[in-house]
């Protein structure tokens, strides 16, 4: 019998903290990576695997020290969006991914992300 090949890939993160335990820099490097070859640097991250066993979610959010509040907010309004699309593809609900999007769009509204 013939085995199937596998192709693995890699995502590596490296987080340096500083002396008051807040991560003052956050790199990742992963093949693949459409800003191209090599580490790249980030402000933010979030994380989110789903325990196979557990059924929980488990969850990683970091930020470094010089993210602004406003960069926050377009992270999290851009996040609720792609995570609105992800979900559409995933589960093909229509309606409750236009659900997210819709209040995708409120936070950016809020936030003043997206004109009202």
């Known amino acids: 019998m013939e085995e199937k090949k596998t192709k693995k890939s890699k995502i590596e ?4 903290l500083g002396e008051d335990g807040i991560p003052a820099r956050i790199t990742w490097i992963a093949p693949g990576n459409p800003n191209g070859p ?8 979030m994380l989110s695997v789903f325990d196979r066993e557990s059924k929980d979610t488990l969850k990683i959010d970091l930020w470094t020290k010089d993210m602004q509040v406003a960069e926050m907010d377009r992270f999290v309004y851009q996040t609720l969006r792609a995570l609105a699309d992800t979900y559409q593809r995933a589960t093909q609900n ?9 209040f995708a769009l409120y936070f950016g ?8």
């Open 13 to 16: 993160l490296m987080i340096v």
């Open 38 to 45: 090599g580490e790249q640097e980030c402000k933010a991250m």
């Open 94 to 102: 229509t309606s409750m991914a236009n659900d997210l999007q819709r």
């Open 109 to 116: 509204e809020q936030a003043e992300i997206v004109p009202k």
